[in-house]
């Protein structure tokens, strides 16, 4: 989507603003330049973090406090029981309490895409850690035998 007016020249007031909304929101920058029509397009952000080193020094700092506040909302939603339960009132009148699936794997979607986008953004703090090890017999060391055909 094609906006006229938006800025095109590097601007450290700009910059410092774009940086501030992705600190402390959930969108990434697509989202942000279509409902903000002062942030110049995105390709025009990628090209000042290309020639801007201070500028691309900030979006880092900023994309660290966006993970850290992903982070404290894993928690947050973890935490919240609040619509975990329904109450249902069957046809005598007697009510009683169910689990509310729907919420529940709700919010278990809302902390597993967290968890998802912030392994992909930094894997070496948030990523999946697989290891491989090679041992030999019993846990022991691996043993290389070498046998001379020409015996």
Avoid at 24 to 32: A, E, F, H, S, Y
Avoid at 90 to 102: A, S
Avoid at 115 to 139: F, I, S, V
Wanted: hydrophobic share 30%; with cysteine.
């Amino acid at each position: 989507m094609a906006h006229t007016g938006r800025p095109s020249e590097y601007d450290p007031v700009i910059a410092a603003y774009f940086c501030e909304l992705i600190a402390t929101g959930k969108q990434g920058i697509r989202r942000l330049c279509d409902q903000n029509d002062s942030l110049p397009e995105p390709q025009t952000l990628y090209r000042w973090m290309s020639q801007h080193p201070e500028f691309r020094e900030q979006y880092a700092h900023a994309k660290e406090e966006q993970l850290q506040l992903l982070e404290d909302e894993i928690l947050e939603i973890a935490d919240d029981s609040t619509n975990d339960y329904v109450t249902v009132t069957k046809k005598n009148g007697d009510e009683y309490e169910v689990l509310n699936k729907e919420a529940v794997m709700r919010s278990n979607l809302r902390i597993e895409s967290r968890k998802w986008l912030m392994g992909k953004l930094k894997p070496k703090k948030y990523g999946e850690k697989n290891t491989t090890e090679h041992t030999g017999a019993d846990g022991g060391p691996i043993q290389c035998i070498t046998k001379s055909i020409l015996e």
